[in-house]
């Protein structure tokens, strides 16, 4: 499961946030450090299509493809020296896929800053700053064990190496996930969960009248390009769930916005990623399966079961748009809109799936 740890300086929203995220109801306290366990939340990923399947199918259960949202202590500077909760931040970051990272844009007086805390660009330094810092601690740790080892085992070299230019990037500033050699480090130094190898996406939390500020909204990009910004204000996504899905269609439209930060930000993580679903159908149950971008029929049967991946024999594969617009699966059939896929065809997002596999 896609999961993303929501990180930031005290004080940000994200508490805030994670509650609108999930509609869960954790402490969003005015101090800091309300988080100090990370809070977990698992939410469906919107996808409209599911609901139109299941009353095609007259289906007995509808099952989204979900992510799961942890709410993360909040980071000081020092944090990568044991300053505030930092220890406890940094290990939690590193069981994620990726990052979301709140920073404050909001001018809301009562909110308290923490000490760490001045304006947007510099909350953003001082994060990166001290995931810089862990990760390169981490991998100092590492290049003397290694540099022994490789001594006497050639096979050590390429993950030597990598050490070596991890090391030089960190030294100098940058993130893993911003090398070009980013592949590259990530596959021979996957085992040390490295913070700054994950891809990061940052939730800008802003003041509900700056929702429509285009001008305002560019400025903040700017800080942190070639990542994506997304732009919420929490205050508002906390009240939109309390309505149901006409009202707050309504709501966002008011404000100028077409979707709400939760789909912002899961599909921007898709994007971020990789990701993309497919669908498997029938009366028993609806079903979207992540997968990765390019994966092969194979691969994508393997994340129903392995079994399915090793005892392949072919796809059967409809076109959800060529399903709805034909009515059933047998009009679909008929009009020669199901496909046989062997081994190497490789998904689509809109495909719905019935795998063939003998084990």
């Known amino acids: ?8 300086l005290p004080n940000v929203g994200k508490s805030t946030l994670f509650n609108a995220l999930t509609d869960n109801e954790i402490l969003a306290a005015n101090y800091p450090f309300a988080t100090i366990e990370p809070n977990t939340g698992t939410v469906a990923v919107p996808d409209e299509r599911l609901q139109n399947l299941a009353e095609l199918y007259n289906s007995q259960k509808v099952l989204p493809a979900n992510v799961k949202f942890i709410d993360i202590a909040g980071l000081v500077a020092g ?9 406890q931040f940094l290990a939690h970051i590193r069981t994620c896929s990726a990052i979301l990272q709140v920073v404050r844009a909001f001018d809301q007086g009562g909110v308290l800053r923490s000490d760490s805390s001045r304006d947007p660009e510099h909350d953003i330094s001082v994060i990166k700053t001290e995931l810089i810092l862990a990760d390169l601690q981490t991998v100092t740790n590492r290049l003397p064990k290694t540099e022994k080892l490789a001594k006497s085992d050639p096979k050590l070299k390429p993950q030597l190496d990598a050490l070596i230019i991890a090391k030089d990037l960190l030294d100098s500033g940058k993130a ?3 090398s070009a050699e980013y592949s590259t480090l990530n596959a021979q130094l996957a085992d040390l969960q490295l913070m700054t190898a ?4 940052y939730l800008f939390n802003i003041d509900d009248d700056k929702l429509g500020d285009t001008e305002f909204k560019e400025k903040l990009s700017q800080m942190v390009k ?9 205050k508002l996504e906390d009240e939109l769930r309390s309505l149901d899905e006409p009202d707050r269609a309504e709501m966002l439209a008011s404000y100028g916005q077409a979707t709400s930060g939760l ?8 994007d971020m990623l990789g990701l993309q679903s497919y669908l498997t159908a029938g009366e028993k149950e609806v079903r979207a399966w992540t997968i990765h971008k390019g994966d092969t029929a194979p691969q994508a049967a393997g994340v129903i079961h392995g079994d399915f991946e090793k005892g392949f024999i072919a796809a059967q594969v409809i076109d959800y748009d060529d399903l709805m617009a034909a009515g059933s699966e047998q009009a679909a059939k008929a009009a020669g809109k199901m496909r046989t896929e062997g081994k190497t065809y490789v998904m689509r997002p809109g495909d719905i799936v019935e795998f063939r596999f003998n084990v």
């Not at 944090?79 to 220890?87: I, P, T, V």
């Not at 070639?226 to 929490?234: E, I, K, Q, R, S």
């Open 263 to 270: 789909d912002q930000v899961i599909h921007a993580a898709y």
């Open 1 to 8: 499961m896609l999961s993303i740890g929501i990180v930031g």
């Open 226 to 234: 070639p990542a994506t910004a997304l732009f919420v204000c929490a």
């Open 79 to 87: 944090a990568s020296k044991g300053e505030g909760l930092g220890n």
């Open 198 to 201: 994950k891809p990061i996406l």
């Open 176 to 178: 893993i996930f911003e």
